[in-house]
């Protein structure tokens, strides 16, 4: 892993976060609201968040639905609260770089989307689960992408060409939906704070619905090029968004990416002038 250096010095986080805010706008008011049939509902017609879990025709808990991240905490770091993921020199260095600098080349600057596990915490960003037989596919608001899951019994591949999302095969253990992801691009982040990972990076996802509004999900990360050991994520919680459907989300405006440019190399010469080091 190294740290790609861009020519380019600005102030202000907030003028950081609005940029990266206007980079692929949707406002989150213009949702669309219809009843959607199969949905529980209380006496007043409202959606019953804590119906009992549906089930597909096998008995497995169905997954499917529309969810949003209950809190931007797992977007931003990943590892349990009052803990440090246990990188390596490199790794370390590289995500003291990005946390120093507000996010030295964050990939969604350049149109690129985040990555597994972070593209589900997205705040004011959901994403959609359609279980299938033979495949649960991810449909991600952000950017209008998707993430295939094989259920139908294969295997990872041994020398996959990398991919973005890497390549995801699922399996039931008990009620509990189990993925297991490897073959991935390195470029992603983890979170939205930085913590790296390599072409060696292996995924492990538990998810469980734990009622009809709500689901929670588990991610061990393995990736020795990167990390001492493998470790696990904070438990993630979602919710529903009932009676509603996805919008289009493009990245259309990157046209504020000279500015953050800016913004980071002035950061990391206010890091530089502080450590002392040249």
């Not at 060409?161 to 992801?181: C, L, M, N």
Request: one cysteine or more.
């Amino acid at each position: 892993m190294r740290i790609a250096r861009i020519p380019a010095s600005c102030s202000a986080l907030v003028e950081l976060a609005f940029l990266i805010c206007a980079m692929a706008g949707t406002a989150a008011a213009q949702w669309l609201s219809i009843p959607l049939p199969g949905t529980p509902r209380t006496p007043d017609g409202k959606p019953n968040l804590n119906a009992v879990t549906p089930r597909t025709a096998d008995g497995k808990p169905d997954v499917s639905g529309i969810w949003r991240a209950d809190s931007p905490r797992w977007n931003e770091n990943l590892a349990p609260e009052g803990t440090d993921a246990p990188m390596l020199p490199a790794a370390a260095e590289l995500y003291k770089h990005r946390v120093a600098t507000q996010g030295w080349n964050r990939p969604e600057t350049y149109c690129m989307p985040h990555g597994v596990p972070d593209a589900m915490t997205v705040g004011g960003l959901p994403f959609k689960i359609l279980q299938m037989p033979g495949v649960t596919v991810l449909l991600y608001e952000e950017f209008h992408k998707y993430r295939q899951i094989h259920t139908d019994g294969r295997k990872l591949p041994v020398d996959p060409d990398p991919a973005w999302y890497g390549y995801s095969i699922g399996r039931w253990d008990g009620d509990t939906f189990v993925v297991e992801t490897s073959g991935f691009k390195e470029g992603s982040w983890l979170d939205n704070s930085g913590h790296p990972h390599t072409d060696a990076l292996r995924t492990t996802e538990r998810f469980r619905r734990v009622n009809f509004g709500h689901m929670e999900v588990d991610v061990t990360i393995d990736d020795a090029k990167a990390y001492s050991r493998p470790w696990k994520s904070a438990t993630m919680r979602f919710s529903l968004m009932p009676d509603t459907e996805l919008l289009e989300h493009l990245c259309e405006n990157n046209k504020d990416v000279p500015h953050l440019e800016q913004y980071w190399r002035g950061q990391e010469q206010a890091t530089s002038s502080t450590s002392g080091k040249p």
